[in-house]
T-cell receptor, first 112, second 114 residues
Framework: DTAVSQTPKYLVTQMGNDKSIKCEQN?????MYWYKQDSKKFLKIMFS???????INETVPNRFSPKSPDKAHLNLHINSLELGDSAVYFC???????????FGEGSRLTVL | GEDVEQSLFLSVREGDSSVINCTYT??????LYWYKQEPGAGLQLLTY?????DMKQDQRLTVLLNKKDKHLSLRIADTQTGDSAIYFC??????????????FGKGTHLIIQP
């Protein structure tokens, strides 16, 4: 059983389009995250939600909008996609002890 | 803000020990972590250490923490080809109110030579 699952795994789209990535966790965790990993494999946190409330919102363009309909889901919607948005986006979740993150397999976004 | 630094690449021969180093700047860090990322996969937690510990050993893995120098290392004994991956150092300051998110280093690519 997949603990943290993201869809789609691959996404290729044109500049200016709007796209969404979905994430679901079946671990019963209270906190979920979105991380961005660039082509050099550098990893940066974008957002964190705890019990459906936004608790971390790093310096991210407001074209990126997370939505958490419930504790088990955290979706990422991106408007007006730009070339620089090409990256692998990882969803993660945690519970209790800070930092023990469980990651999804990533969603590779390519903007042409 | 917090900063976590690692070398980007480490090359070792199969069977040797690998030592991956990390330095961090936040003196209030309470937990320090090592995550492993294999090609095409997400990160997986390898091990972690509380800031009040100096050392933690788990089979082939040894974590050393020098809190004074803010230096963390991960030693992998008898390195195997399956250890080839990117290793991320990460730290957090646990406020007791829930997970605050981690600050990750840029990752060390461990390359195994036959």
């Amino acid at each position: 059983d997949t603990a943290v699952s993201q869809t789609p795994k691959y996404l290729v789209t044109q500049m200016g389009n709007d796209k969404s990535i979905k994430c679901e966790q079946n671990l019963g965790h209270d906190t979920m995250y979105w991380y961005k990993q660039d082509s050099k494999k550098f990893l940066k946190i974008m957002f964190s939600y705890n019990n459906k409330e936004l608790i971390i919102n790093e310096t991210v363009p407001n074209r990126f909008s997370p939505k958490s309909p419930d504790k088990a889901h955290l979706n990422l919607h991106i408007n007006s996609l730009e070339l620089g948005d090409s990256a692998v986006y990882f969803c993660a979740s945690s519970q209790g002890l800070a930092g023990e993150l469980f990651f999804g397999e990533g969603s590779r976004l390519t903007v042409l | 803000g917090e900063d976590v630094e690692q070398s980007l690449f480490l090359s070792v021969r199969e069977g040797d020990s690998s030592v991956i180093n990390c330095t961090y700047t936040d003196s209030s860090s309470t937990y320090l972590y090592w995550y492993k990322q294999e090609p095409g996969a997400g990160l997986q937690l390898l091990t972690y250490i509380f800031s009040n510990m100096d050392m933690k050993q788990d089979q082939r893995l040894t974590v050393l923490l020098n809190k004074k120098d803010k230096h963390l290392s991960l030693r992998i004994a008898d390195t195997q080809t399956g250890d080839s991956a990117i290793y991320f150092c990460a730290e957090t300051t646990y406020s007791g109110g829930g997970a605050d998110g981690l600050t990750f280093g840029k990752g060390t690519h461990l390359i195994i030579q036959p």
